[in-house]
């Protein structure tokens, strides 16, 4: 039998189904394989053993009973931004250090009650605000195709921990980028869903018009097994779509025959790797060969996107930070001498560099005689990005384009530089200004064996189409099973 920890979500269903495997032996060889390499690349900020282990009897239980579903047994690593019950929730902030929510987000009760199994929460950057995971209160994580370099970020330990094979599968959350480019630098899916199909009840909020939770997984196939267990209406998100699932592992299955692929020429511009360019065309090739059409298309107002979001992003956070005040929930400074005193020591010990000067920035863009200047003007830019996506989709049924200009890049080469920092995310940007779904997916390696992603975009709530093209284009590089050794 092939190496269990190989196997994707439905080869697995088949050997514990068929009896060849069952979740407890399964979780086992997970929290054995964290044990071995986590060392090395810091995924996790907790290792949930003794849940893991409960979740994974229960799990064959239901597949005794013959009441499987795809994700019964399979064990998942969770990104620490969003909210599971009694289990630290961390946002690798100091500020949520001991946190335990008194709660579970949505997304968890559905893959509880689906028997799914949880090995832990995944290292981010603080309040999922950063490129790179090196914003975490706590430690760097590692990529795990080269321990020099950063994993991407904010959801770097999600992406890591699936690359590196500590999890099938994991879940994140995309505000700017952040499932996309860490899946993009490590080498496996991630996909950011349309905004409002996926329930944002118990993700811990960072800039609330644009946060959504998604899949990370090694193959298309998964990504959409995945999103169909936790995507669905739920009445405790204001946002979320009243909107049945659609079957998304049944749309891997579509040929791609006649499908008009969009190529956006303001995505394929100087600054950009020259190898990431090079992987992106080849796939394109693949593409055509495969029977799509590539049409040139312009997205004009995708220069502005990154100043829009950075207003945007920060105006949203400055607000939703604020409820930390050592009060409510989370850190509280111990020496202070009055209320004010203790509100200022608990958010300067509390919150790293990184999430101050987005508080920072996001007051000023909301404050009185700036507030029209930043914020509304942000907010019409944003309505030009929506036109340019909506102009495009009628010339074509995706986009194909880069997910970062370049491959992953050393720990500590662009820490000190925050704009530098803020400028890799302009390929990812726009799809959460417009609220449309992206999906970024392994198409090459550079020279170094970095891996590359090429980034697929559609219109609202067009998963379906984003997953016949990936898939196809999946199978038509036949990239898979091309894993990071690490022991
Ligand atoms: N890198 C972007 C930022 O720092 C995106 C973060 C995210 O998507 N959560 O804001």
Redesign the pocket.
């Known amino acids: 039998m092939k190496d269990v920890l190989d196997m994707g979500i439905s080869e697995l269903r088949n050997a514990m189904d068929e009896g060849k495997v069952s979740a407890q032996e399964l979780t086992t060889q997970y929290l054995d394989r964290i044990e071995a390499v986590d060392k090395k690349v810091r995924a996790y900020v907790t290792v949930t053993e003794e849940v893991a282990l409960s979740q994974a009897k229960a799990a064959d239980e239901m597949i005794k009973k013959g009441k499987a579903g795809p994700l019964t047994g399979i064990p998942l690593g969770i990104k620490d931004?969003i909210c599971t019950k009694g289990i630290p929730t961390t946002c690798s902030s100091r500020m949520l250090k001991d946190f335990r929510p008194p709660f579970n987000a949505t997304v968890m009760e559905r893959l509880a009650e689906q028997g799914a199994v949880m090995l832990g929460k995944l290292n981010?950057?603080e309040?999922?605000?950063?490129?790179?995971t090196e914003?975490s209160a706590f430690f760097e994580t590692r990529n795990p195709w080269d321990l020099d370099r950063i994993p991407g970020?904010?959801?770097g330990g999600s992406a890591a921990a699936v690359a590196a094979r500590m999890c099938v599968a994991s879940l994140g959350?995309?505000?700017?980028?952040?499932?996309r480019?860490p899946a993009s630098h490590c080498g496996v899916v991630g996909l950011?869903p349309t905004y409002g199909l996926v329930s944002r009840y118990g993700l811990v909020a960072?800039?609330s018009s644009?946060?959504q939770i998604g899949p990370l997984t090694r193959s298309v196939e998964d990504a959409a097994l995945l999103l169909e267990a936790v995507a669905g209406h739920d009445s405790r998100d204001s946002t979320s779509l009243p909107r049945p699932v659609p079957p998304f592992a049944k749309a891997c299955r579509q040929a791609m025959e006649g499908l008009r692929v969009g190529i956006p020429k303001e995505y394929f511009i100087d600054g950009v790797q020259e190898e990431v360019v090079g992987s992106i065309r080849q796939a394109l090739r693949v593409m055509q060969d495969m029977g799509a059409e590539l049409v040139d298309i312009s997205l004009p107002h995708t220069e502005y996107a990154i100043a829009t979001?950075?207003i945007i992003?920060t105006a949203e956070a400055s607000s939703n930070l604020s409820r930390y005040d050592g009060v409510k929930y989370g850190f509280r400074a111990k020496d202070y001498s009055n209320l004010m005193d203790m509100y200022k020591e608990t958010r300067a010990q509390g919150f790293g560099p990184?999430v101050k000067r987005?508080i920072m920035l996001g007051t000023y863009c909301l404050s009185a005689g700036y507030y029209d200047a930043f914020y509304k003007k942000a907010s019409q830019v944003r309505t030009l990005i929506v036109d340019d996506f909506k102009k495009a989709f009628k010339e074509c049924d995706v986009i194909a384009a880069p997910v970062a200009p370049t491959t992953a890049f050393k720990i500590g080469e662009k820490v000190n530089d925050p704009l530098k920092?803020?400028l890799?995310?302009i390929f990812?940007?726009p799809v959460?200004l417009a609220g449309i779904p992206g999906l970024s997916l392994p198409c090459g390696f550079d020279q170094n064996g970095l891996p590359i992603g090429l980034q697929l975009m559609a219109g609202h709530l067009q998963e379906e189409i984003l997953f016949t093209a990936a898939s196809n284009l999946e199978k038509g590089l036949g990239l898979n099973n091309r894993w990071p050794d690490l022991t």
């Open positions: 931004v981010m950057d309040f999922a605000m950063g490129s790179s914003n970020g904010s959801s959350s995309d505000t700017g980028g952040s499932i480019q950011k960072f800039a644009l946060d979001y950075y992003a990184e987005r920092m803020y890799s995310d990812t940007i959460n």
